[in-house]
């Protein structure tokens, strides 16, 4: 069967890489993008930096336009799924298509009750809201240490805030290792970013605008601003009832495949491996390449793609590029430069058969960094 | 067509080479250089995708004129 219509759900990279790759692979059917966002696709790697900071605006961001044969919808949010039908219901209408694309992406994870107002970093307008909030607050508490929260904190630093971060584990540790992390907590400790490091949850103080978080212990951490940045949750509930599986996100098998003529990419997944595993890798290049792998599939039927494992993080005047597996265990090998002199290129385990690399302040393309990985390594997920 | 590059925004990712080796490349610093001042016409597609995957949008597509 040749398809004809193609629906793709979401506005962000993978469903513009999901566009993208259907006209590269000459399908010359019509393309309808069913976007829930106001503004053209943009991305959102530099909301936590420059827009954040002022520095850039939303115009800086915005990906190249589609081509004008793709009909892209804006404000146009799906609702429902019919797969017998092959419908998918919008608040403006239903769409109906022979082949589809999933790619709606997540949204902030929140941790307050639905009474309190929460600050949080996914969408331009998050973003928006917060770079207001930051211009009149004079002290940041930011609740959560991953690659979004530090990445909030560095600015707020700059920006001469009082910054806290607040987190269960030592910020960065589980994305880069304890060595890295280490070094760049050192080095946002130096810059003045207090980090304290929790046993156990937080509450989130202050209705309707949080003020500060309580700790296990009952100590209070409070701030002008407070941001949660605590992860994402995959946009499923418009799945619900139609047959898709979705299990913290909707399933896909290694093609990136869902039903019949149903294909999904980018944040909103979860992985198969076949063997009863599911794994989430919510990054950009992962989203990339889902999206080619699943338009592959949905024109060609499957073949399995190979995860390109790679993320990195800008912060603290650090750029830190990892491949391979996170959170990498003990002592790197060292295979250039020191993180004493500000500019490393570590492996783990070792420098014969890494599985995982990363690149500090290193002018080391990620293509460069991929390649000292060991062979094995390469297409076994995170 | 013609792509703009900005190089202050470049972070050296080189997802554009990995999707248009023919059109993008990185130098000794991982930062992006073009290897066409025009992109010749066959490689506009592709170009284009390259220039879209960039994540922090540091490649911008110019059309030279009202072709279409």
């Not at chain 1, 969408?123 to 607050?137: E, F, I, V, Y």
């Not at chain 1, 909103?268 to 919510?282: A, I, Q």
């Not at chain 1, 058969?353 to 080391?364: D, E, I």
């Not at chain 2, 080479?17 to 000794?28: F, G, K, N, Q």
Request: glycine share 10%; hydrophobic share 45%; charged share 25%.
């Amino acid at each position: 069967m040749s398809l004809r219509d193609v629906v793709v759900v979401g506005g962000s990279i993978a469903a513009l890489t999901a566009v993208e790759m259907l006209r590269m692979e000459d399908f010359d059917g019509r393309i309808t993008v069913l976007s829930d966002e106001d503004v053209p696709p943009y991305t959102r790697v530099p909301l936590s930096k420059g827009v954040l900071a002022g520095t850039e605006s939303i115009d800086d961001v915005v990906l190249a336009p589609l081509a004008e044969d793709v009909d892209l919808r804006l404000k146009t949010a799906a609702t429902g799924l019919d797969l017998r039908t092959r419908t998918v219901h919008t608040t403006a209408g239903p769409v109906s298509y022979d082949g589809l694309v999933i790619a709606t992406g997540g949204r902030a994870r929140r941790l307050g009750r639905p009474d309190q107002d929460e600050r949080v970093l996914r969408s331009h307008g998050d973003c928006a809201r917060l770079r207001d909030d930051l211009a009149t607050a004079s002290s940041v508490l930011i609740v959560g240490g991953g690659f979004l929260g530090m990445e909030i904190a560095s600015t707020a630093r700059a920006l001469g805030k009082d910054v806290t971060v607040v987190d269960v584990a030592p910020p960065l540790d589980r994305l880069l290792g304890a060595v890295v992390g280490g070094h760049v907590r050192s080095v946002a400790a130096q810059t003045g970013v207090r980090i304290v490091v929790t046993d156990g949850g937080v509450r989130l103080l202050g209705v309707p605008r949080p003020t500060g978080v309580e700790l296990v212990d009952g100590t209070r951490l409070e701030a002008d601003l407070v941001v949660s940045a605590v992860g994402d949750v995959p946009n499923v509930e418009w799945l619900a009832g139609s047959g898709v599986q979705v299990h913290g996100g909707v399933v896909i098998d290694s093609s990136c495949r869902v039903a019949p003529s149903v294909v999904a990419a980018g944040d909103v997944t979860v992985t198969s491996g076949g063997d009863g595993t599911l794994s989430r890798s919510p990054h950009w290049t992962n989203a990339v390449e889902q999206a080619r792998a699943a338009v592959r599939a949905l024109l060609h039927g499957g073949a399995p793609y190979r995860p390109s494992q790679y993320c990195w993080t800008e912060q603290f005047g650090l750029d830190v590029k990892l491949v391979g597996d996170l959170d990498p265990q003990g002592e790197p090998a060292v295979l250039d430069g020191s993180l004493d002199q500000g500019s490393a290129l570590l492996a783990w385990p070792d420098a014969l058969a890494p599985r995982s690399v990363v690149a500090l302040n290193h002018a080391t393309p990620p293509v460069k960094l991929k390649r000292l990985l060991r062979p094995a390594a390469q297409g076994v997920p995170a | 067509m013609r792509i703009a590059a900005d190089r202050d925004r470049c972070e050296g990712h080189g997802l554009c080479v990995d999707t248009a080796p023919e059109v993008y490349d990185l130098d000794d610093d991982a930062v992006v250089v073009l290897r066409h001042e025009v992109v010749p016409a066959a490689l506009e597609r592709r170009a284009e995708a390259g220039a879209r995957v960039c994540p922090v949008a540091a490649l911008r597509v110019e059309q030279m004129s009202v072709e279409s």
